[in-house]
């Protein structure tokens, strides 16, 4: 096992700086395959040698990576007791995975992958008469040699390690397994992912000149497309930290107004003002619903203005002060408030200076 991560490791480097598709280069198709799997682990002691099969598909996944390849597979084994040759482990697994090739010479090439399995496990135990059966997860990782046959068909040989729990000790199976790879027709095994193509569109965008377009939405509140603009200028450019910036104020625009509006649902009219004040300019219709929040506390100034100057002048500043602030947040060009809520703060200090 650890020679096969040693292998997949070097493997890997030579995939990150190699990504250039080979014409002719197709490894794509239905998959038939046969192969020896030797029981490794805990269980090495306990079952023989056996043969596996299996069927698959393959796809090249050229919008992701040009080297770059999906498969699944349906695989079986059953492999019999060393004390007891009628006794035997059966296996029904479905595979699922992904791994890079690269092409090495004439159209031949090697390949990495790693995969996930859930097994339908039989055991029959013949000494007892009894059989049990369970599902089991598991993973593995494989590595091998694609070799080109004709335009139609390839042979693929390689080893897969899997590893599988089984009553809480590890199954590990390593085998060596060769596949025939058929397609036809070629073109429905290569896969290409739209989005690709996107971004090559947007790499050729000027983000500048698409940071000054979201400005302009975000300036006539148009927010969800001034939000998608700044990130479009990210995908082009991810260090554009002013597109960042905005993108960031609108967000904590949109989530005040989320705040404001709960808190309107439940008639908490003054303690929405503040979120709502924080949705502007960057939530279009935050201005007029903040008009409309305090308009509908405007009733409560007569008395509110009446026991702020009460407070005053009784000296109880500092009650002063949260009265005639609680009216500068409802009517922000109140007379009253904006005489007395200095002066109570400068007798305040004054006081405190004293002290």
Known sequence: MSRLLHITALLVILFI??????????IGGISLSAG????????????????????????????????????????FDQRSMKESPDSYLRMYAIEAGAGLFLTLWHHTAIYIG???????????ADVLGREESCFKPGAMLKAGVFIPLNQYASLRVGIMHSVSEISEKYLHSTSLIVSGVFRYPP???????PQKEGHDVLQKENPD????????????GEIEKAAL????????NPGHNDAGEMLKKIDFAKENYRKASALIKKQKYFDAIAP??????????????????????????????????EAYEKKEYDRCIAIMNRIKTIDP??????????????RKEAIERLK
């Open 36 to 75: 020896r799997i030797h029981t490794g682990g805990f269980y090495s002691d306990y079952f023989n040698d056996s043969w596996s099969f299996g069927l698959g598909v393959i796809f090249e996944m050229q919008g992701i990576y040009n080297n770059f390849f999906t498969e699944a597979n349906i695989l």
């Open 209 to 220: 000149s698409l940071y000054k377009k979201a400005l302009e939405s975000a300036a006539s």
């Open 333 to 346: 060009v109140n007379v009253t408030a904006a005489m007395y809520l200095p002066r109570a703060i400068r």
């Open 17 to 26: 700086f190699h990504n250039e598709k080979v014409a002719g280069q197709d």
């Open 276 to 309: 709502l004040e924080k949705s502007i300019p960057y939530v279009k219709s935050a201005s007029a619903e903040l008009n409309l929040t305090r308009a509908k506390l405007l009733g409560e100034i007569p008395v509110l203005e009446r026991n702020g100057i």
């Open 229 to 236: 603009s700044f990130k479009r200028v990210l995908d082009i």
């Open 114 to 124: 790693i995969g996930f399995q859930e097994s339908y496990i039989q055991f029959h």
């Open 187 to 193: 073109a429905i095994w290569s896969i290409g992912i």
